[in-house]
């Protein structure tokens, strides 16, 4: 390129694409080594997502904990006297000592301290939001191997069959030095 249009007052001209292609991806060339990590990121983030099902899905987890909670309480209920033995053997009997604080009542209170389950929506899941953020990563899977060429065919270069700026002048069409388009 030996002048640019607008340093010779062609304000209006834009450049060719093959001539900006040309351009914008060796400007460029360091941010399309990126592609390949790029590329690797997102595949490892599907992978881990597809991953996240079942008894892995940290939502599916959280949203029955209650009942791991219920299933444990339950079981040291019904194994409460072999778990105690258990204990005693391995930690040895307890001491028992005079207690330093004063004993709590709750046979008094009337309080209820329930958690309130607030309805939800089927949609607003932790999974479906998983999805939709993988298929948006997806829309941009080659964002650093195709930014030069979004960035002529969008905004740089000139429409084929417009006059455009070759590096050297304004002409009907680009050609590369070996005479291909």
């Not at 892995?56 to 019904?78: G, K, P, S, T």
């Not at 993988?134 to 080659?142: A, E, F, M």
Request: hydrophobic share 35%; charged share 20%; proline share 4%.
């Amino acid at each position: 390129m030996q002048y640019c249009p607008l340093c010779q007052g062609l304000t209006l001209s834009k450049p060719c694409m093959g001539y900006c292609l040309n351009v914008v991806r060796g400007c460029l060339a360091h941010m399309a080594e990126l592609n390949p990590h790029w590329h690797a990121y997102i595949r490892s983030l599907e992978e881990l997502s597809d991953a996240m099902h079942g008894t892995y899905d940290i939502e599916h987890v959280l949203l029955n904990f209650h009942i791991l909670v219920n299933d444990a309480v339950m079981q040291a209920h019904l194994d409460g006297q072999k778990l105690s033995e258990q204990v005693n053997k391995i930690c040895g009997r307890p001491i028992r000592t005079p207690t330093q604080s004063p004993r709590c009542s709750f046979e008094g209170s009337k309080v209820t301290h329930g958690m309130k389950i607030s309805p939800r929506n089927d949609e607003e899941t932790l999974a479906n939001r998983r999805k939709e953020f993988i298929n948006s990563l997806r829309l941009y899977r080659t964002f650093y191997g195709g930014l030069a060429d979004e960035l002529c065919v969008n905004e740089l270069a000139a429409a084929d069959g417009l006059p455009c700026w070759n590096g050297e002048d304004i002409v009907k069409r680009y050609f590369m030095c070996c005479g291909l388009r």
